[in-house]
């Protein structure tokens, strides 16, 4: 039974910072690039980051460059997303991602992941 289960959101204030965290089961971590997408209200999904199945890249979408990490931890099969500065327009749920084999060239296609978790919501105040 694959699962991937996100924790750590909930409501901070602008410019305060949250670690989202990702644990899996169901299937062989280090195969897969893991990716972060969220969902803001009204909004479609987009693209947040991702970590390719080695660690040896990794991809940040351009509007939180220089304020979000996106890192693994294979020994416990777990993907973390570090987030700073935190602005009222991050308010989303927070979705990760595995993808098998995934390309750096395709992490920010949905459709390269073939495993989604329910989501974790980020409400940031102002």
């Known amino acids: 039974q694959v699962q991937l289960v996100e924790s750590g959101g909930g409501l901070v204030q602008a410019g305060d910072s949250l670690r989202l965290s990702c644990a899996t089961s169901?299937?062989?971590?280090?195969?897969?690039?893991m990716g972060w997408f969220r969902q803001a209200p009204g909004k479609e999904r987009e693209f947040v980051a991702a970590i390719s199945w080695s660690a040896d890249s990794t991809s940040v979408t351009d509007s939180m460059k220089g304020r979000v990490t996106i890192s693994r931890d294979n020994a416990k099969n777990t993907v973390y997303l570090q987030m700073n500065s935190l602005k009222p327009e991050d308010t989303a749920v927070y979705y990760c991602?595995?993808?098998?084999?995934?390309?750096?060239?395709?992490?920010?296609?949905?459709?390269?992941?073939?495993?989604w978790g329910q989501g974790t919501q980020v409400t940031v105040s102002s």
């Open positions: 991602a595995a993808a098998y084999r995934g390309r750096e060239t395709t992490y920010r296609i949905a459709r390269t992941y073939a495993y």
């Open positions: 169901g299937f062989t971590f280090s195969n897969y690039a």
